[in-house]
């Protein structure tokens, strides 16, 4: 790390200061347990001389008074051990404590410190025990005394480590006191209490002096930590990170930078040094501005134009005072974001992107509109937003597959770019959704070429993996400020244009109009009223009759559903039918027919059936066969007598759910119906599912049998293929006795129409069940 001058000494110095924190601070880091370990064994080897002479002078103490008395021999070789145990002990020491500062001590070494100083303790004390217990007339006194001293001291020494000091305390206190004990003298309770006292009054010392060590030494350790993970930060940051460090005097004059920064400079630090940071940065009028403040500043961004490329950076600093509290200048943090800054722009741009087409995203067509609408405003130009959806796109997806419809994506919105080129902006919203931002839409009848012009193009054919695909396309479109003041306001109305649009048919262009404006929120109020009928006396069902082609016999009705609204008379199932699918209360409005239709079948005789219109977003709710179950339970009647009729349309979407369900349906002893056979896109293979019991022809096909030798033929195909797959056939639309002749002698068993009745109140239903449609006829 490179030497900082006297003037930026703060700089490192600070964050020295950092780490001097209080004790209860500095506590919530844990110092290595090697490293205190370490510290342990330094401490007792700087002792170990010290204490080791202590007790080798005691035992020589004890030698002379025991010399005249007690055999030399055993004395001179209790001193040599003393002497001997001592020198290895110190030795030891020495040894293990000579190792690089980072290095830690294991446990292992704790422990042979703690045995080192039991077996000295041991072998010290072994000759006063040996003496009093054999009765040698040694001042017991003495002994004591000299027993004391090398407690006292050598307990010091080994206080650092707890369970040294305990087993040196309690080896050399509970061998003497055992030894005068067994002399069974009048003064021994004196000695042993008072040896007693003295060794308890040591050991608790001792003990806070070890207390007292450890917390000194955990400190200690913890600072160390503290600084050496300080400078290595600092270091690293230096001398590998993006970033740099200066600081400056109170003339704004550089007195310490970073060498990063001179690399970015292309210069030399020392070249720096002494000139001014906001002309070094060329940038002299708002950095100087900023300094001149004397405040506080985070990331202040500036662009430094060097020699080859240009850098991105970002200064942070913080004033700094002298002792006397005067402004004495700047320190801080530079750091180099021209990395970040690119990939901030690439993600960027990724954000306002699609990634499958590269077209502007739905959130960057917003921005894109309410800029085209800011301006409009000002210049009196409109622009236009026009919403463009794809007709017949999802059987691409589910027909061929996502990676070919994904092709067929990446195809449109280059011909929609190509088409369009620089007069508008062209972006994908989503799925198979796609934008247009016009700016200079004063011309309508100019947007108008160009949304026809569009559907044209789009509605050619497309060649993926040798596979011809066709789609169409609808386009919306509302002009800002005209239509709206506002982008949400223009993409609403934007919407209700392309609804419309979709319901016109494929390949039509719709512009906004107020009127569609009103018919949305009749829309919202007639779905606010639906959900108020459900469940009311304002929906009912109406029956019409199912007359036997053979035997002209009633057998059976189907339940039509009617609103009688209580302000708009009769609503027409074609305007609610629709909105109650989209608001998700089809589900709830089904299961009522539900109910409904197998209370009012459980009056009819047992083999008069009932059908049952089903939403194609019914059958993708799991659960319809458990409320298929619920209502033939409430109405106690057979599976048999309830039918279940869908269209062709059910298999456009989730027809793998959907084909489940009517499984599960089937399994319950439910009869399934395919109503308006042919006129949907259905796959005849579906037929082969063993689903469905009946195909119901529809009325189209008759009204055009009168006429259509064609029609004839397709009807005769379609019974045909019913009893090839064992199906019944029911034709709808009877309305003449040659629609009845007509139809049955084609191979229809079932018919329907007005000519056996109009939808009629279930209690008409119960005049009309078992008898046979000639009867009612004549009467």
């Not at 597959?401 to 190509?418: E, F, I, N, Q």
Request: aromatic content about 8%; glycine content about 8%.
């Amino acid at each position: 790390m490179p030497t900082l001058p006297k003037s930026a000494g703060n700089l490192r110095g600070r964050r020295d200061n950092d780490v001097r924190a209080p004790a209860h601070r500095i506590e919530e880091r844990h110092a290595p347990v090697g490293e205190v370990r370490t510290a342990q064994l330094n401490i007792l080897a700087g002792f170990s001389l010290y204490s080791g002479a202590t007790q080798v002078v005691c035992a020589a103490v004890f030698v002379l008074l025991a010399w005249p008395i007690m055999p030399m021999p055993a004395l001179l070789s209790w001193l040599a051990l003393v002497i001997g145990a001592t020198y290895m002990s110190v030795r030891w020491l020495a040894n293990t404590t000579q190792i690089r500062r980072d290095d830690e001590q294991p446990a292992s070494k704790i422990q042979l410190a703690v045995l080192d100083n039991f077996l000295r303790a041991a072998i010290w004390i072994s000759m006063p025990v040996y003496a009093t217990l054999n009765g040698v007339p040694v001042s017991l006194t003495l002994a004591g005394g000299l027993i004391v001293v090398v407690m006292i001291v050598s307990g010091i020494s080994v206080a650092v480590i707890p369970a040294a000091v305990i087993a040196w305390i309690t080896v050399l206190t509970g061998g003497f006191g055992f030894a005068i004990w067994m002399t069974a003298e009048s003064a021994v309770y004196v000695e042993t209490a008072v040896l007693g006292a003295v060794a308890a009054t040591s050991l608790a010392g001792f003990l806070l002096l070890a207390r007292f060590w450890h917390r000194q030494i955990h400190r200690t350790a913890v600072l160390a930590a503290k600084r050496a993970d300080i400078g290595s930060l600092l270091q690293e940051y230096e001398d590998r990170g993006a970033g740099w460090l200066w600081q400056v005097d109170a003339q704004f004059q550089l007195t310490y930078v970073s060498p990063r920064m001179g690399e970015l400079m292309g210069q030399g630090t020392y070249q720096l040094l002494g000139h001014s940071l906001p002309q070094i940065l060329d940038d002299p009028e708002k950095l100087g501005q900023i300094l001149s403040r004397k405040k506080r500043f985070d990331k202040y961004e500036m662009k430094i134009e060097g020699q080859k490329v240009v850098r991105w950076v970002t200064l942070s600093g913080s004033p700094i005072t002298d002792k006397d509290g005067e402004f004495a200048g700047f320190r801080g943090v530079g750091l180099d974001i021209t990395e970040s800054k690119s990939s901030h722009q690439r993600l960027q741009r990724l954000a306002n992107m699609d990634v499958l087409t590269g077209l502007p995203n739905r959130a960057h067509v917003r921005t894109i509109l309410g800029e085209a609408l800011e301006r409009g405003k000002a210049n009196s130009v409109p622009c236009a937003i026009l919403f463009l959806d794809l007709d017949g796109f999802k059987p691409v997806n589910d027909t061929f597959g996502h990676p070919k419809g994904d092709a067929v994506l990446k195809t449109v919105s280059r011909r929609l770019k190509d088409a369009i080129g620089s007069k508008a902006t062209v972006g994908r919203i989503g799925g198979d959704e796609f934008a247009v931002v016009v700016e200079d839409a004063s011309s309508r009848l100019g947007i108008e070429d160009l949304a026809n012009r569009l559907i044209q193009i789009i509605g050619q054919p497309y060649v993926i993996d040798n596979i011809q695909i066709r789609i169409g396309l609808s386009i919306g479109c509302a002009f800002g400020p005209i239509d709206g003041v506002n982008v949400d306001d223009l993409v609403r109305k934007a919407d209700l244009a392309l609804y419309h649009a979709k319901a016109r048919g494929r390949g039509t262009f719709c512009s906004f109009e107020p009127q569609m404006q009103v018919e949305a929120e009749d829309r919202v109020r007639l779905e606010h009223d639906m959900r108020q009928a459900i469940g009311s006396d304002q929906f009912s069902l109406m029956y019409q009759p199912l007359v036997s082609s053979r035997t002209q016999r009633v057998e059976g009705f189907e339940a039509l559903l009617r609103w009688n609204h209580p302000t708009r008379g009769f609503v027409s199932p074609a305007s609610f039918i629709p909105i109650a699918e989209e608001s998700g209360l089809i589900e709830e409005m089904g299961e009522w027919v539900l109910k409904r239709a197998c209370l009012d079948a459980a009056n009819w005789p047992e083999d008069i059936t009932v059908a049952v219109n089903v939403s194609p977003l019914q059958l993708v709710v799991p659960a319809l066969p458990n409320a298929v179950s619920n209502a033939l339970k409430l109405a106690r009647i057979a599976p048999t007598k309830l039918e279940v009729e869908v269209t062709e349309s059910v298999f456009m979407s989730s027809a793998g759910n959907s084909l489940d369900v009517l499984k599960r349906l089937r399994g319950i002893g439910v009869g399934i119906a395919l109503d308006d056979f042919g006129t949907g896109y259905s796959s005849l293979g579906y037929l082969n599912k063993a689903v469905f019991h009946k195909l119901k022809i529809d009325h189209s096909f008759v009204r055009d049998a009168a006429t259509r030798d064609e029609t004839v033929s397709i009807i005769k195909a379609i019974v045909m293929l019913a009893n090839s797959f064992r199906l019944s056939i029911t034709a709808e639309g009877i309305e003449t006795a040659e629609d009845f002749n007509r139809m049955r002698d084609l191979g229809c068993d079932l018919l329907q129409g007005y000519l056996f009745g109009k939808p009629m109140p279930f209690e008409k239903t119960l005049e009309i069940v078992g008898t046979k449609w000639e009867h009612r006829l004549v009467g």
